[in-house]
C-alpha cells in the first residue's frame, strides 16, 4: 500500500509548532497564540443552543448555507465592504479556510502557479501544494511598507499563473492595502487575467479607517473573490463558520468541493453566525479598542529598545525586528520560551522574508501582554 508523493512531503504549519513546544509549560505568557482572548458573546452562544435545544436544528443544511444566514450576509457585505451580492453570490464554509480551499481549488491544478505573501499565513501555500499548484512568493518587506509591489508582481507572473492572493488587514503584519493601492493592484490582475483572491478574514479589525475590500472596485464580483469569517471578528474561532462572496460562475465548481468535503456548516453554528450579524455590533468596537491600545503599548514599551516593528493598521499581531540580536527566528523564539517565559511565533513561520523577525499576538489580556514586554525587554 502506498500514499502519494505529495501526501508525504505536505508541509507543516510552522505557527503550531511553538503552540507545542510552549503546550504545559507553567508560567507562560502567550503571545503566539492567533485567534481573540474575548468569549463569543452570549445572544450568539444562547441563538445556537436555542436553535439545537428548542427548535431542534440539527439536521444538516443546504450546503452553501442556510437562505437566512445567505442573505443576512450578502446585506452585509454590501454595506461593510461595498461589494453588491445577492444571496446566491455569498456560500457559507467551515471558517475562512475551507472557503480559500475550494475556491483556490477551483482555480489551481498541476499546470498552474498563483501569487502568494510572503510573509503570509503559511495555509495558503500548504493549500496551493495540496493542489500540485506552484506558489510563486511575492515580498512584502520595510522597503514597501510591507504592501505588494505593482512592478515586482509584473515580473513574477508567467503564463501559468491564475490568480494571487491578497490579505487585508495581513496576518501576520497587520498592514493594510488602501485605496489607492487596491485600485492599481486591480488593474495590475485585469491586466493579466487574474483571479484577486482577497482573505478579508480581519475585515472587522481596521484601526486605519483606510481599509478597503478590492471586491468593491468592481460593484459586482467578476474577477474578485471575497473571503470572510466570524472567527478572528467575532471572536468565534472554535465555531467554524466563514464565508465567501463570488462570481455567479464560480458558484457551482466552488460547492463541487463543499459538497464532497464538508457536505454543510455545522447547523446551530450557522444559527450562531446569523445571530452575531444581525445582533448588536457596538461590542466589536470595543474589542477594536483594546487592540488598539494593545498595540500602542507594545510600540511605545519597545520605542528605544534594540526591537522595532512595523506599526500595524489592522488585525491583532505586531512584527517584531529582533535582527539586532543576532540569532535566527526560531533560534530566538525558542531562547525567549525557554528562558524567558514568553511564546511567540518566529517569523519563518510565514515563509522566507520572516527571517529575523517575531509575531507577538496582541489578542491577550493588558496585563500579560504587559509582563510578557516585562520579560522580552529584559533579555
Ligand atoms: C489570514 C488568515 N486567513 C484565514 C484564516 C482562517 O481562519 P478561519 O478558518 O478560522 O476563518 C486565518 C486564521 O488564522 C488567517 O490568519
Not at 501544494?129 to 506552484?134: D, P, Q, Y
Not at 448588536?280 to 507594545?298: I, S
Amino acid at each position: 500500500m502506498r500514499l502519494t508523493e505529495a501526501a508525504l512531503n505536505r508541509p507543516q504549519s510552522g505557527v503550531r509548532k511553538m503552540m507545542e513546544l510552549a503546550w504545559g509549560r507553567e508560567d507562560v505568557v502567550h503571545l503566539e497564540v492567533g485567534e481573540p482572548g474575548f468569549e463569543t458573546a452570549p445572544h450568539v452562544v444562547a441563538a445556537a443552543h436555542h436553535a439545537a435545544a428548542v427548535d431542534h436544528r440539527t439536521r444538516y443544511s443546504p450546503t452553501p448555507g442556510l437562505p437566512e444566514l445567505r442573505e443576512a450576509l450578502a446585506e452585509k457585505i454590501g454595506k461593510v465592504n461595498g461589494i453588491e451580492v445577492d444571496g446566491g453570490q455569498v456560500l457559507v464554509t467551515n471558517g475562512g479556510a475551507n472557503a480559500l480551499f475550494a475556491v483556490l481549488g477551483s482555480m489551481l491544478d498541476q499546470s498552474t502557479s498563483v501569487l502568494l505573501p510572503n510573509p503570509g499565513w503559511s495555509n495558503f501555500t500548504m493549500m496551493t501544494r495540496a493542489f500540485g499548484a506552484t506558489p510563486v512568493s511575492y515580498d512584502l518587506d520595510a522597503s514597501n511598507r510591507y504592501l505588494p509591489d505593482l512592478d515586482q508582481l509584473a515580473s513574477l507572473v508567467r503564463p501559468d499563473t491564475r490568480a494571487i492572493v491578497l490579505n487585508s488587514p495581513s496576518n501576520p503584519l497587520g498592514s493594510v492595502i488602501d485605496r489607492a493601492l487596491a485600485e492599481r493592484l486591480f488593474e495590475f490582475a485585469a491586466a493579466h487575467d487574474l483571479w484577486i483572491v482577497s482573505d478579508e478574514c480581519y475585515d472587522g479589525v481596521d484601526f486605519s479607517g483606510e481599509f478597503v475590500s478590492i471586491g468593491s472596485l468592481e460593484g459586482t464580483p467578476e474577477r474578485v473573490v471575497s473571503v470572510y469569517s466570524f472567527s478572528k471578528v467575532y471572536a468565534m474561532t472554535g465555531w467554524r463558520v466563514g464565508y465567501v462572496a463570488v462570481p455567479h460562475e464560480v458558484v457551482t465548481p466552488v460547492l463541487g468541493l463543499l459538497q464532497p468535503s464538508v457536505m454543510c456548516v455545522n447547523t446551530p453554528a450557522q444559527y450562531a453566525a446569523l445571530a452575531a450579524i444581525e445582533g448588536p455590533q457596538e461590542y466589536l468596537d470595543d474589542w477594536r479598542e483594546q487592540y488598539r491600545r494593545h498595540r500602542d503599548l507594545v510600540l511605545a514599551r519597545i520605542d528605544g529598545s534594540r526591537y522595532s516593528a512595523l506599526r500595524p493598521d489592522g488585525g491583532f499581531y505586531v512584527w517584531l525586528d529582533v535582527r539586532d540580536f543576532g540569532k535566527s527566528s526560531e533560534e530566538f523564539a525558542t531562547s525567549l520560551l525557554l528562558d524567558h517565559g514568553v511564546a511567540t511565533t518566529p517569523g519563518t513561520a510565514f515563509g522566507t522574508n520572516g527571517e529575523g523577525f517575531l509575531r507577538l499576538s496582541l489578542a491577550t489580556a493588558y496585563d500579560d501582554l504587559r509582563l510578557g514586554l516585562d520579560r522580552l525587554l529584559a533579555v
